[in-house]
C-alpha cells in the first residue's frame, strides 16, 4: 500500500512553503513578517540539525536536474544512505516543534502554499518512508526520470506558481521596461531567498556574476563598433570601474538594480554587435 503523503512532515514541503511565505512579505515590504520567518529558518535550519540534514537529503534529489539514469540511481541510493543515518526520533520532535511555531508564530495557511514540485517532493518523502520493494522500486524509477530531465523541460512539466515573484518582477520592469533576461531571473531569486542563509548564496553568485560582466565587457572593447568609437571606450571602461566598486559593496537592492541594468546593457551590446 503507498505511503500516504503528510506535507507537515515532509521538511523540503515545509522549508519551501517558509520561502515563498518569505519571499510574499519581501514584496509586500512586510517586515515583520519576514523576521519572524527568518528567525524560524534560522532557528530549525540551523548547520547539523536535523532539520538541515533531512532538507539536504530532500535537495540533492529535487534540486538535480539533466543527468543520466545511471548518476540518477546513485544520488538516489547516496540520498537514502543519509537519511537512514538521521535520528527519526530527533527529527520527529523537531519537525512537531517547528509546525508548532508556525502555527502560533505565523499562520497554518502556510501549509496550503503551493510549491514547485510539488509533486516530486511528495514521491522523494514516499521513497524515504516506505516499506513495501514494488512501490520503492517505483517510486525510485519515477525520481530518477524527474532527474534525469533537463531543467528548462520539468519547468514546462512543473506549473510554477510565480504570483509573488512576478509581483517583484513587475515592480522592475515597471521602473525599467521590457521583460527580464534568463541571468537576471537568476539573479533576482538569490536575491529574494538571500536572507536564509545571510546572503551567502547571493554574494557568491553575485560576485561570479560581476566577474562574468566584467569579461563580457572587455572582450566588447574589441569589437569593431566600440574600438572605433572613443566615447564608447570610456563609457564602457566607465561601467567596469562601477562593476569593481560593486564587488567591495554591501548587498543592497541599489546595488542589485544596478547589476541588473548592466546585465541588460551587456546583453544589448552583444545583441547590436550580432545584428551588424
Same mark, same amino acid.
Given at each position: ?61 529535487? $534540486? ?75 517510486? $525510485? ?10 531543467? $528548462? ?65 572587455? $572582450? ?57
Amino acid at each position: 500500500m503507498k505511503i500516504k503523503h503528510n506535507k507537515k512532515r515532509n521538511t523540503a514541503f515545509v522549508y519551501e512553503a517558509l520561502i515563498k511565505e518569505a519571499t510574499e512579505a519581501i514584496v509586500k515590504n512586510d517586515l515583520e513578517k519576514k523576521q519572524k520567518i527568518v528567525k524560524i529558518i534560522k532557528n530549525y535550519f540551523a548547520p547539523f540539525s536535523e532539520l538541515k540534514r533531512d532538507l539536504d537529503c530532500y535537495r540533492s534529489l529535487y $534540486e538535480t536536474r539533466g543527468l543520466d539514469s545511471e548518476t540518477s540511481e546513485k544520488i538516489i541510493k547516496e540520498a537514502k544512505l543519509s537519511k537512514m543515518l538521521i535520528d527519526p526520533a530527533n527529527l520527529f520532535k523537531q519537525q512537531t516543534s517547528l509546525i508548532n511555531d508556525i502555527n502560533k508564530d505565523l499562520s497554518p495557511d502556510i501549509f496550503n502554499n503551493f510549491v514547485p514540485n510539488y509533486k516530486t517532493l511528495a514521491t522523494i518523502f514516499q521513497m524515504f518512508n516506505g516499506s513495501n520493494p514494488k512501490q520503492q522500486i517505483m517510486l $525510485e524509477s519515477q525520481l530518477s526520470d524527474f532527474m534525469s530531465t533537463a531543467e $528548462e523541460e520539468a519547468e514546462e512539466m512543473v506549473p510554477i506558481d510565480n504570483i509573488v515573484y512576478n509581483s517583484f518582477v513587475k515592480k522592475f520592469n515597471e521602473k525599467y521596461g521590457d521583460s527580464l533576461l534568463k541571468e537576471q531571473k537568476e539573479l533576482l531569486m538569490h536575491y529574494i531567498t538571500s536572507f536564509v542563509d545571510n546572503s551567502l548564496e547571493l554574494k557568491i553568485f553575485l560576485n561570479e556574476e560581476i566577474g562574468r560582466l566584467k569579461i563580457k565587457l572587455e $572582450e566588447a572593447k574589441t569589437t569593431d563598433e566600440i574600438k572605433s568609437d572613443a566615447s564608447m571606450i570610456n563609457k564602457t571602461d566607465s561601467v567596469i570601474s562601477k562593476l569593481d566598486n560593486y564587488s567591495k559593496e554591501i548587498v543592497s537592492e541599489s546595488l542589485l538594480l544596478a547589476v541588473l541594468k548592466t546585465q541588460k546593457l551587456v546583453k544589448e551590446i552583444y545583441s547590436d554587435v550580432s545584428s551588424s
